[in-house]
């Protein structure tokens, strides 16, 4: 058995391409993959391509990989992205959060041109989203162009809690005022559990 590949933050890999691809605790940059973290190197074959990963020793860190679930919280909105602060990765939360960004053409899966930020997630909505491929450390972006992703918390302009009336539109459950979102269509828990 060969000793583990020690790495640190930053270091280079390996080339990324068709055979080798970036996974858990590494990110892509012109062409290489490099390390995001200080510990071993593990490389998984899966479907023939060798997926490279970073892993810690001890203590577990929770980073968000490319394809997690994410729960963010909006912070500021222009007219091209969102930025946000990830709370959650999967059912894990996190001890600080980390910036990420939800771009305009990252919102829908369909008519991306016509999306607009103001009326798709709005600062302080609680979102889940899906982590896209990471191009650089500690730079992540965002996706919610499926269904299940989008706004689930929101609260209208006066702090009220908002309800989902349809995909695309939130209601304050006091003044009853509609605001426009990108709804997260939610899949309750017990959707599968047979009732007794």
């Known amino acids: 058995m060969t000793e583990p590949l020690i790495c640190l933050p930053g270091q280079r ?23 995001q973290l200080a510990g071993y190197v593990d490389i998984i074959e899966k479907d023939g391509v060798k997926i490279v990963e970073v892993h810690t020793s001890g203590e577990k860190t929770v980073v968000p990989a490319q394809g997690d679930i994410v729960t963010a919280q909006v912070s500021v ?14 059912d894990a939360v996190l001890r600080r959060p980390l910036r990420a960004v939800l771009r ?12 607009e930020i103001y009326k798709s997630v709005r600062p302080g909505d609680i979102i889940l989203a899906r982590v896209l491929p990471i191009t ?5 972006q965002l ?4 269904n299940e992703l989008g706004v689930v918390i929101a609260h209208s302009e006066h702090g009220h809690p908002m309800i989902p009336i349809s995909w695309t539109d939130m209601q304050c459950s006091k003044t009853f005022v509609k605001e ?7 899949v309750p828990e017990s959707f599968n559990q ?3």
Do not use: M, W
């Not at 080798?20 to 490099?34: A, V």
């Not at 996706?143 to 499926?146: D, G, I, N, P």
């Open 104 to 115: 305009r053409e990252d919102v829908r899966a369909t008519e991306k041109d016509k999306v």
């Open 194 to 196: 047979e009732t007794t």
């Open 143 to 146: 996706s919610t162009a499926e």
């Open 77 to 90: 909105i222009t007219q091209q992205y969102a930025k946000c602060f990830i709370k959650c990765v999967g």
């Open 13 to 35: 890999l390996c080339l990324c391409g068709k055979v080798y691809t970036s996974g858990q605790g590494t990110y892509e940059r012109q062409g290489y993959i490099y390390s």
């Open 180 to 186: 426009p979102r990108k709804v997260a269509k939610v």
């Open 136 to 140: 650089e450390a500690h730079n992540y």
